[in-house]
């Protein structure tokens, strides 16, 4: 069965995603924000290699040509509309959500849910199939708090 994988790359604000049914972990891409993609690898050595290869081939043109290995991610799935506020317009796009989830899960690592877990508790919640734990809310609470001194400042 295919699933989505994605990843960020430092200066490329566009979607880096593929559909696989591979077990890729890491992506090559250029340091400066290509906006073609890059390479996908299961296994980081060959992936430093190819990084390498491609740096020492476009050293001599002008720019910003160092290629760098970036971590590889489950697309997790947040529900129908879960990032659309009640007009139908959109908070954020998809992408940008899944970075948000990714942050969240990198600051709260002491999490009480792993990030499946947490995906599958949406996915219930959403259909009032589930209720959350008190110390899940406040874990969400505190994120959300956090998240709201960022759009302020």
């Known amino acids: 069965m295919k699933r989505k994988?994605?990843?960020k790359s430092p200066n490329n604000?566009?979607?880096?995603?593929?559909?696989?049914?591979?077990?890729?972990?890491?992506?090559?891409?250029?340091?400066?924000?290509?906006?073609?993609?890059?390479?996908?690898?299961?296994?980081?050595?060959?992936a430093l290699k190819r990084a390498d290869f491609?740096?020492?081939?476009?050293?001599?043109?002008?720019?910003?040509?160092k290629f760098i290995v970036v971590p590889v991610y489950p697309w997790i799935?947040?529900?129908e509309g879960s990032n659309t506020w009640e007009d139908g317009t959109k908070s954020c796009s998809d992408f940008q959500e899944q970075i948000i989830v990714r942050e969240f899960i990198e600051e709260n690592d002491d999490s009480c849910n792993t990030e499946q877990q947490w995906a599958c508790k949406f996915d219930d919640w959403l259909q009032n199939k589930y209720e959350f734990t008190q110390e899940e809310v406040d874990?969400?609470?505190?994120?959300r708090k956090r998240q709201v001194g960022r759009e302020t400042s």
């Open 13 to 46: 604000p566009n979607e880096l995603s593929i559909w696989t049914k591979k077990n890729y972990q890491y992506l090559v891409v250029a340091r400066s924000g290509s906006p073609r993609g890059g390479f996908w690898f299961e296994d980081k050595s060959k």
């Open 5 to 7: 994988l994605w990843a």
């Open 77 to 79: 799935d947040m529900g």
């Open 54 to 65: 491609y740096t020492k081939k476009f050293q001599h043109e002008n720019g910003d040509r």
């Open 139 to 143: 874990e969400l609470q505190a994120d």
